[in-house]
Structures are given as C-alpha cells and as structure tokens.
C-alpha cells in the first residue's frame, strides 16, 4: 500500500470517528428549574427553526428539520414535525413560526427569562449559520414590555457542527431551559492530496 493511499485511509478514519466526538449539546441558557425535555430532528436532519406558542414565554416547540446536501446546502425543503414537540403548547398566546433563511441552519442562541414567578424563556435570539458560506444571521421573538427579565449570553455549536434539535427543562408546558444539540456538518469535499511521495535509494 503507498503512503498516500496509507494517509487518506487514516484522515477518513479520522473524519468518521470525529464526526461522532462532534456530537454535543451546547451550555444552556435559563434557570435550572422543571423537568427534562428534548426534540431531536429524526433521519439525520438538521435544525433550520421550530415553531412555539408564544405570548411572554415560550411553551410547545416543535423543530423545522432539512436534509444537508454534500455541499452544505438544503437537500429540499425544511419540514415541520408538528408530532414531536417539547411540551404541550399553553392556551395563552399564538403560534410563532421561527426559521432561517434557506440554506442556513441554526446555530446558536441567547436571551432573556422571567425574574419572578415561573422563570420562563421570554425572549429567545436565534443565530443561523450557512455552512457553505459561514455567513450568519438572526433573529427573535419580541422583547416584551413591562416585564423584569435577566439575561443570557446563551452558547452556540462548535465551528464544524450546527443544530439538530432542541433541549431543556420545562414546567407547567413553559420552557424554562434552553440549549442546542449539535452535529457535525457535511464536509463539501474531502481535502486532496498534493504532491507525490517517491521512494529514494541511499547511495551506495
């Protein structure tokens, strides 16, 4: 076997392993209060936006996931799965659609939550990453008036992953914790070799 067949060998075994190391879940945002609760993009999708009910806080959330073409774009359109959500969806308030520009995912986030009472999330601030690109954006629900927040510097995904899914601590259907599970993009191409390797005979 040559060496720079050796070499390719060992960089996708490298590649393979690291894809799983990258898995993680970002630091959290939000009061450690209430019960576990997570949604997780299905088939290897990723994150591209949720939708919540939403008033002053935050309750529902289910995930707008797309598949990652080889490139880092969307293969087709991100679809929502109204079947899995984090917790039941509170009368008060209205459905908020929550998304990122096509071909962008998410990537991290921050905000604010209640002082007094139940905690809440009440205003959350979504970054979006185009992987192929890097280019970001943001966006968020309003910031609501009158009302005694604290604020979260909140986190984000390490540089070679973005979002696919969501989770937290919720009470009373109300998110109270807020974090981002994160996965390993799809790298655009492998990186090629340059340069041959020849074998040289010492002299005699």
């Known amino acids: 076997m040559s ?4 070499y390719a060998l060992i960089y996708t075994l490298i590649l ?3 894809a799983s190391a990258n898995a993680a879940r970002t630091e959290t945002m939000g009061m450690a209060e209430g019960d576990p609760a997570s949604v997780t993009c299905p088939n290897k999708t990723y994150l591209a936006g949720f939708a919540i009910q939403y008033h002053n806080s935050m309750s529902g959330l289910s995930p707008y996931c797309v598949a990652m073409a080889a490139d880092g774009t969307w293969s087709g359109g991100a679809q929502i799965h109204l079947e899995i959500r984090m917790s039941y969806a509170v009368a008060d308030g209205s459905r908020v659609d929550m998304f990122c520009p096509r071909d962008f995912y998410i990537f991290g ?13 009440m205003q959350l601030i979504v970054n979006c990453k185009n992987v192929k690109t890097g280019a970001l954006t943001a966006f968020g629900t309003r910031n609501p008036d009158g009302v005694s927040v604290t604020e979260w510097r909140g986190a984000q995904c390490v540089a070679d992953s973005v979002a696919d899914g969501v989770f937290g601590l919720i009470h009373d259907a109300r998110i109270i914790q807020f974090g981002l599970s994160c996965a390993q993009t799809k790298p655009a191409s492998l990186p090629q070799f340059i340069g041959t390797y020849s074998k040289t005979t010492p002299n005699a």
């Not at 060496?3 to 050796?6: D, I, S, Y």
């Open 3 to 6: 060496r720079p067949v050796l």
């Open 16 to 18: 393979l392993t690291s």
């Open 109 to 121: 986030f921050r905000g604010y939550s209640h002082v007094y009472g139940i905690h809440s999330i």
